[in-house]
């Protein structure tokens, strides 16, 4: 299991588990990055934000707090 920010752009994954502080958890569940479900990343540049495309919608994360967010590829 890997950090979703250690995958390749075009990398098709699935959520395994989101740690970190409450605030972010609840963040990442209220946009639809559930464990279980699957993403594609679309971007995933040193100093820009994160780009994952999941359940027909673009989002964006900091580098930072998706050190938390433990994937699987797929």
Not at 6 to 15: L, T
Not at 50 to 58: A, E, F, G, H, K
């Amino acid at each position: 299991m890997k950090t979703i920010t250690e995958c390749k752009e075009g990398a098709e994954i699935r959520i395994s588990r989101i740690t970190g502080e409450l605030r972010f958890v609840n963040r990442a569940v209220s946009i639809g990055l559930t464990p279980g479900s699957r993403a594609e990343i679309i971007k995933n540049r040193k100093n820009r934000p994160l780009l994952v495309y999941s359940r027909d919608t673009m989002i964006a994360l900091n580098h930072r707090e998706c050190e938390n967010i433990y994937v699987e590829e797929v």
